[in-house]
Nanobody
């Protein structure tokens, strides 16, 4: 069964940190680029960060650059999103997605597989 399962979400105060995990099963992680997306209430889904399958090159939205770090461990079939210096505007449901074509994922948010999403709330 093909699955992406997010974990590690929850509530945190501004300035705090959370690490999201995206566990992949049913397909080979090293064949896919992985993206993290988020959707806040009343807003469109936006791409947060991506990591390519070929060279693990990383991409970040300007809003999270310098605060978030994406990484992958193909041996554990898991991709991580380390989120530091959290802000209230980071509050959203976060999704991970897997795509063979990273350009389509970045430009059009196209992916073969999506996780179910996990809530991140940043509030004092």
């Amino acid at each position: 069964q093909l699955q992406l399962v997010e974990s590690g979400g929850g509530s945190e105060q501004p300035g705090g940190s959370l690490r999201l995990s995206c566990a992949i099963s049913g397909f080979r992680l090293d064949y896919y680029s992985i993206g993290w997306f988020r959707q806040a209430p009343g807003k469109e889904r936006e791409g947060v960060s991506y990591i390519s399958s070929s060279d693990s090159h990383q991409y970040y939205a300007d809003s999270v650059k310098g605060r978030f770090t994406i990484s992958r461990d193909n041996t554990k079939s898991t991709v991580y999103l380390q989120m530091n210096s959290l802000k209230p505007e980071d509050t959203a449901v976060y999704y991970c997605a897997a795509a063979k074509d990273i350009r389509s994922m970045v430009i059009m948010q196209r992916a073969e597989y999506w996780g179910q999403g996990i809530q991140v709330t940043v509030s004092s």
